[in-house]
């Protein structure tokens, strides 16, 4: 199966878990209630920092290993490998457990609500299974069994909708609501872990001693590891200090945690629209990036990440126009507040260092720079934070988008030099270029529909009209000017020969630039 109809079916799963997990939310909005919900919430933040800990690293990790062995044809190095992956995170996450366990009463301090301690035990249950299921699933990214990968995935999520479903709406019980929901997340967890076992055993996998493969995994695993529980505790201490910054400006309590909840609760998703589609490129380019490196094929590699490189540009490059253009409708007709529209329009040139940052982070990490990803993410935490500290009063719910776009700015930069370090170069300059020229005549024109539309009719149609000439336009002009051909598109994914008929030049450079 080549790379095209990889990527798109990773690109499915991962859109349709989307949904159903969207769905679920609503489901629970409605039987929690905003209260019950804010302490499932907690309760789960709290876990996957846990989580973060005894398993982040280990399954890109693995992966990579795989990916090695397999390079020089290292069948019995794979399965050391995965039993070494296996052996740490069983006994991390065991003494995680053990310890929480032990510690209850003290550690529950930590709770502002007793509830949210009740769900978190409930779920800490399930961390050994979960922890230990995440390195398995890891052994399938390395083997590039990514229809494996996306199904449990999914099933996963299927498991936790129908238990909780179940559990909260036909089954009447004393446990209160919250805690079933706990429940129904511990089973999908138990289910996850019993399907990816059953599967890795039916396939011919194996486990063999893993010595001389626990400090090569650990070497590599901590820095990432390190990285993810920094992130999340990074997330934590701006929760926490950016509504502190707002107050100290001369904002109420009230207004400080409304416009935190503007930023986090309602720009953030729209802005983590691309992450889907970029992420599933990278999770299918991982093991063949590692692959291309262990075997000493530079060209190759380069060429990988061109085309990892222009197709995360072509990403951001087509929704920064409509996020520019259309932010502000989106803001007003999704979630009934005008100032969240204002701040994703005026972030929508933030997709684009944040696009970067998540592929080049996952292509450096495949080929042996962890250390370096996780130096790159504590300079760019560190200018996140400053701004979150000194920028609040100036400008009030901005300064947290400014402080992610220097993080983003200073991350993206420092990985695509180290990139171009390991490739010899970087061939996506003129493309970028070309991309962001013929975007930027697109938001001007958006622009300017938008000013005459919106005063001769409804708000909503002239957003909606707005929104498809813009993409239309996109897709025009990205075929005229040679930065994406449709055709092309189609024929990987379905396997159709072009016709007899020389190819023009335009349409062979298309090819060979994206993914």
């Given at each position: 199966?080549?790379?095209?109809?990889?990527?798109?079916?990773?690109?499915?799963?991962?859109?349709?878990?989307?949904?159903?997990?969207?769905?679920?939310?609503?489901?629970?909005?409605?039987?929690?209630?905003?209260?019950?919900?804010?302490?499932?919430?907690?309760?789960?933040?709290?876990?996957?920092?846990?989580?973060?800990?005894?398993?982040?690293?280990?399954?890109?990790?693995?992966?990579?290993?795989?990916?090695?062995?397999?390079?020089?044809?290292?069948?019995r190095g794979e399965q050391a490998a995965t039993a070494g992956a296996v052996l740490i995170t069983a006994v991390c996450s065991v003494s995680l457990t053990a310890a929480l366990f032990l510690l209850r009463g003290p550690f529950s301090q930590v709770f502002s609500d007793p509830r949210c301690a009740d769900v978190f035990y409930i779920v800490?249950?399930?961390?050994?299974?979960?922890?230990?299921?995440?390195?398995?699933?890891?052994?399938?990214?390395?083997?590039?069994?990514?229809?494996?990968?996306?199904?449990?995935?999914?099933?996963?999520?299927?498991?936790?909708?129908?238990?909780?479903?179940?559990?909260?709406?036909?089954?009447?019980?004393?446990?209160?609501?919250?805690?079933?929901?706990?429940?129904?997340?511990?089973?999908?967890?138990?289910?996850?872990?019993?399907?990816?076992?059953?599967?890795?055993?039916?396939?011919?996998?194996?486990?063999?001693?893993?010595?001389?493969?626990?400090?090569?995994?650990?070497?590599?695993?901590?820095?990432?590891?390190?990285?993810?529980?920094?992130?999340?505790?990074?997330?934590?201490?701006?929760?926490?200090?950016?509504?502190?910054?707002?107050?100290?400006?001369?904002?109420?309590?009230?207004?400080?945690?409304?416009?935190?909840?503007?930023?986090?609760?309602?720009?953030?998703?729209?802005?983590?629209?691309?992450?889907?589609?970029?992420?599933?490129?990278?999770?299918?380019?991982?093991?063949?990036?590692?692959?291309?490196?262990?075997?000493?094929?530079?060209?190759?590699?380069?060429?990988?990440?061109?085309?990892?490189?222009?197709?995360?540009?072509?990403?951001?490059?087509?929704?920064?126009?409509?996020?520019?253009?259309?932010?502000?409708?989106?803001?007003?007709?999704?979630?009934?507040?005008?100032?969240?529209?204002?701040?994703?329009?005026?972030?929508?040139?933030?997709?684009?260092?944040?696009?970067?940052?998540?592929?080049?982070?996952?292509?450096?990490?495949?080929?042996?720079?962890?250390?370096?990803?996780?130096?790159?993410?504590?300079?760019?935490?560190?200018?996140?934070?400053?701004?979150?500290?000194?920028?609040?009063?100036?400008?009030?719910?901005?300064?947290?988008?400014?402080?992610?776009?220097?993080?983003?700015?200073?991350?993206?930069?420092?990985?695509?030099?180290?990139?171009?370090?390991?490739?010899?170069?970087?061939?996506?300059?003129?493309?970028?270029?070309?991309?962001?020229?013929?975007?930027?005549?697109?938001?001007l024109a958006g622009l300017a529909l938008k000013g005459a539309l919106v005063p001769v009719m409804d708000y909503t149609w002239a957003i909606v009209l707005d929104a498809a000439v813009v993409c239309g336009a996109e897709a025009l002009c990205f075929h005229l000017f040679g930065l994406f051909d449709f055709k092309a598109l189609l024929r990987k994914f379905f396997g159709r020969h072009p016709s007899p008929r020389p190819a023009s030049r335009d349409a062979k450079r298309i090819s060979e630039n994206?993914?």
């Amino acid at each position: 199966m080549n790379l095209y109809k990889t990527t798109a079916i990773v690109t499915v799963f991962t859109l349709l878990e989307h949904a159903l997990g969207f769905v679920y939310r609503i489901l629970l909005s409605r039987t929690l209630g905003p209260e019950g919900l804010g302490v499932y919430q907690v309760s789960l933040s709290v876990f996957a920092v846990f989580l973060t800990i005894s398993s982040s690293g280990l399954p890109i990790t693995l992966s990579r290993v795989i990916s090695k062995h397999r390079a020089h044809g290292y069948r019995r190095g794979e399965q050391a490998a995965t039993a070494g992956a296996v052996l740490i995170t069983a006994v991390c996450s065991v003494s995680l457990t053990a310890a929480l366990f032990l510690l209850r009463g003290p550690f529950s301090q930590v709770f502002s609500d007793p509830r949210c301690a009740d769900v978190f035990y409930i779920v800490l249950c399930g961390l050994s299974f979960t922890s230990v299921y995440a390195v398995i699933r890891g052994s399938f990214w390395g083997h590039k069994r990514f229809l494996a990968y996306s199904l449990i995935e999914l099933v996963e999520e299927i498991v936790m909708i129908v238990v909780g479903v179940v559990l909260l709406v036909f089954l009447h019980s004393e446990i209160a609501d919250v805690n079933r929901a706990g429940i129904a997340v511990l089973v999908s967890y138990l289910a996850s872990f019993t399907i990816a076992v059953c599967y890795f055993f039916i396939k011919g996998g194996r486990l063999r001693s893993p010595r001389g493969e626990i400090k090569p995994l650990l070497r590599s695993s901590v820095p990432i590891t390190t990285m993810r529980t920094a992130s999340s505790l990074v997330s934590s201490l701006v929760s926490v200090l950016f509504p502190m910054r707002l107050m100290a400006a001369g904002m109420s309590s009230a207004k400080a945690m409304s416009a935190y909840g503007v930023v986090g609760g309602m720009v953030m998703p729209i802005l983590m629209i691309p992450n889907t589609l970029i992420g599933s490129i990278a999770l299918v380019l991982v093991p063949e990036l590692s692959e291309r490196f262990y075997k000493g094929e530079r060209e190759k590699l380069a060429d990988l990440v061109k085309k990892a490189l222009n197709t995360t540009l072509l990403i951001a490059g087509a929704l920064i126009p409509v996020f520019l253009v259309c932010g502000e409708g989106v803001g007003i007709l999704l979630f009934g507040n005008a100032e969240s529209g204002r701040l994703i329009a005026g972030s929508a040139f933030l997709l684009l260092p944040m696009s970067l940052t998540l592929v080049s982070t996952s292509i450096l990490n495949s080929v042996g720079c962890e250390r370096q990803t996780l130096l790159f993410f504590l300079c760019g935490a560190a200018g996140m934070l400053l701004c979150v500290w000194f920028l609040p009063a100036r400008l009030g719910s901005g300064a947290l988008l400014a402080g992610m776009a220097c993080e983003s700015l200073i991350t993206s930069v420092c990985s695509l030099c180290l990139l171009a370090k390991k490739t010899g170069k970087l061939r996506s300059g003129k493309y970028f270029l070309r991309l962001f020229g013929v975007c930027a005549v697109i938001s001007l024109a958006g622009l300017a529909l938008k000013g005459a539309l919106v005063p001769v009719m409804d708000y909503t149609w002239a957003i909606v009209l707005d929104a498809a000439v813009v993409c239309g336009a996109e897709a025009l002009c990205f075929h005229l000017f040679g930065l994406f051909d449709f055709k092309a598109l189609l024929r990987k994914f379905f396997g159709r020969h072009p016709s007899p008929r020389p190819a023009s030049r335009d349409a062979k450079r298309i090819s060979e630039n994206i993914l």
